[in-house]
């Protein structure tokens, strides 16, 4: 196996990385305390061609591959976990089921400002009811005159705020017990469409995540993404993709949380030495550097084996899992070595640990990817 990146790789991560670095890390603490969404950085990152970065150029894309998405994705994490998110579900959950499923009209008309920057992705597919068990979704799409009319609300949905349109799943049908769920994109600006962003989070306080109720929203029936009663199946090999982007995540703020940590322990001094020639120190530097390794390689197989058009179901869930894990494992240490200082904002690792949490839970829970790998497995 080549571990070498491409030429345009190492292009796209050596631009994403000054950018993080420049644009993005100087400004992160404030935005989370203030709760403030970075909308000038996806200005700029709209400017530098980046937010449609796998989709086809003839959509307004980059025309670049998975690999690139998870660099860019990690980058940004390092940088910022709430830009990192915000990213990722604009890419894996925005633009994706558009690109994927979407027809030449409908890519044209909603894949184009997704890719060139004018409207953030967002997909509404978890309901109060309906979270690991999607297939509860209640939201319903009923046919009249050749319109859809929906009904429902979802929740914890990233980006809706600042999304022109989104995808979302909704009962178009259905026989006994046995639903029929269908995906439709919807105009945030649709009568009866309502966005509400009044949630108080753990972390990730400069992402958007809301609350979006539908009260007799209508919808030109042309508006069904893919074919009608396959919406559920279209968002699993959604979310397979997203699990790459949440993979991702992960790595970049634990990378973020190690960096800190080496640094201070170099610099902080106890019993007349620095801490980082204490063993126990040593150790968990140790720990950290290898899992952070070993998480980007299963991110990078993941994003590898969907670019060859190979099944990655099994890969993504073990890389979204172990990284997730891992990132949290890697931000409590990070915090432990700081000691008392870990606690405090001014030295950032607080936020991390912060952040880290919702990967655990966003994008199929870690018990959902146990189940996904066991099915996988033959369990």
Same mark, same amino acid.
């Given at each position: 196996?080549?571990?070498?990146?491409?030429?345009?790789?190492?292009?796209?991560?050596?631009?994403?990385?000054?950018?993080?670095?420049?644009?993005?890390?100087?400004?992160?603490?404030?935005?989370?305390?203030?709760?403030?969404?970075?909308?000038?950085?996806?200005?700029?990152?709209?400017?530098?061609?980046?937010?449609?970065?796998?989709?086809?150029?003839?959509?307004?894309?980059?025309?670049?591959?998975?690999?690139?998405?998870?660099?860019?994705?990690?980058?940004?994490?390092?940088?910022?976990?709430?830009?990192?998110?915000?990213?990722?579900?604009?890419?894996?959950?925005?633009?994706?089921?558009? &690109? %994927?499923? +979407?027809? @030449?009209?409908?890519?044209? /008309?909603?894949?184009?400002?997704?890719?060139? *920057?004018?409207?953030? !992705?967002?997909?509404?597919?978890?309901?109060?009811?309906?979270?690991?068990?999607?297939?509860?979704?209640?939201?319903?799409?009923?046919?009249?005159?050749?319109?859809?009319?929906?009904?429902?609300?979802?929740?914890?949905?990233?980006?809706?705020?600042?999304?022109?349109?989104?995808?979302?799943?909704?009962?178009?049908?259905?026989?006994?017990?046995?639903?029929?769920?269908?995906?439709?994109?919807?105009?945030?600006?649709?009568?009866?469409?309502?966005?509400?962003?009044?949630?108080?989070?753990?972390?990730?306080?400069?992402?958007?995540?809301?609350?979006?109720?539908?009260?007799?929203?209508?919808?030109?029936?042309? &508006? %069904?993404? +893919?074919? @009608?009663?396959?919406?559920? /199946?279209?968002?699993?090999?959604?979310?397979? *993709?997203?699990?790459? !982007?949440?993979?991702?995540?992960?790595?970049?703020?634990?990378?973020?949380?190690?960096?800190?940590?080496?640094?201070?322990?170099?610099?902080?001094?106890?019993?007349?030495?620095?801490?980082?020639?204490?063993?126990?120190?040593?150790?968990?530097?140790?720990?950290?550097?290898?899992?952070?390794?070993?998480?980007?390689?299963?991110?990078?197989?993941?994003?590898?084996?969907?670019?060859?058009?190979?099944?990655?179901?099994?890969?993504?869930?073990?890389?979204?899992?172990?990284?997730?894990?891992?990132?949290?494992?890697?931000?409590?240490?990070?915090?432990?070595?700081?000691?008392?200082?870990?606690?405090?904002?001014?030295?950032?690792?607080?936020?991390?640990?912060?952040?880290? /949490?919702?990967?655990?839970?966003?994008?199929?829970?870690?018990?959902?990817?146990?189940?996904?790998?066991?099915?996988?497995?033959?369990?």
């Amino acid at each position: 196996m080549n571990f070498t990146l491409t030429e345009e790789q190492t292009m796209i991560q050596k631009m994403i990385r000054e950018f993080a670095e420049e644009e993005v890390a100087p400004g992160a603490e404030q935005r989370d305390k203030e709760k403030r969404f970075p909308k000038e950085i996806f200005e700029k990152l709209s400017k530098l061609g980046m937010m449609g970065l796998p989709f086809p150029e003839e959509y307004g894309g980059a025309g670049a591959d998975t690999m690139s998405f998870a660099i860019a994705v990690e980058e940004l994490s390092r940088a910022c976990g709430s830009t990192g998110i915000t990213y990722s579900a604009h890419v894996s959950l925005g633009g994706a089921p558009i &690109n %994927l499923f +979407g027809t @030449k009209e409908q890519k044209e /008309k909603y894949l184009v400002p997704i890719c060139t *920057g004018e409207s953030m !992705g967002a997909f509404g597919l978890t309901e109060p009811g309906a979270g690991s068990d999607a297939g509860g979704t209640e939201t319903t799409a009923a046919e009249r005159d050749g319109e859809w009319l929906i009904n429902g609300s979802k929740c914890y949905i990233t980006n809706a705020s600042y999304a022109k349109h989104l995808a979302l799943t909704a009962v178009t049908g259905r026989s006994g017990q046995d639903k029929e769920i269908s995906a439709i994109i919807v105009p945030t600006d649709a009568s009866g469409f309502k966005v509400i962003d009044n949630y108080e989070k753990m972390g990730l306080h400069s992402s958007n995540t809301t609350e979006l109720v539908l009260e007799d929203v209508a919808v030109p029936y042309e &508006n %069904l993404l +893919g074919k @009608k009663g396959e919406g559920f /199946k279209q968002f699993l090999v959604t979310l397979d *993709g997203g699990r790459i !982007g949440i993979g991702a995540m992960a790595v970049g703020i634990a990378q973020a949380a190690y960096e800190k940590a080496l640094s201070y322990a170099h610099e902080r001094k106890q019993f007349g030495r620095s801490i980082s020639k204490f063993q126990a120190i040593q150790f968990k530097l140790a720990d950290m550097a290898m899992k952070i390794e070993l998480a980007r390689l299963m991110v990078y197989k993941a994003a590898w084996l969907k670019d060859q058009g190979k099944k990655f179901s099994k890969e993504a869930s073990m890389a979204k899992l172990y990284a997730s894990e891992a990132c949290m494992q890697i931000c409590s240490e990070s915090v432990q070595i700081h000691g008392g200082n870990g606690y405090m904002r001014d030295y950032h690792v607080e936020r991390y640990f912060r952040d880290a /949490k919702l990967l655990e839970i966003g994008e199929g829970t870690s018990e959902v990817q146990r189940i996904v790998i066991a099915r996988e497995i033959g369990c």
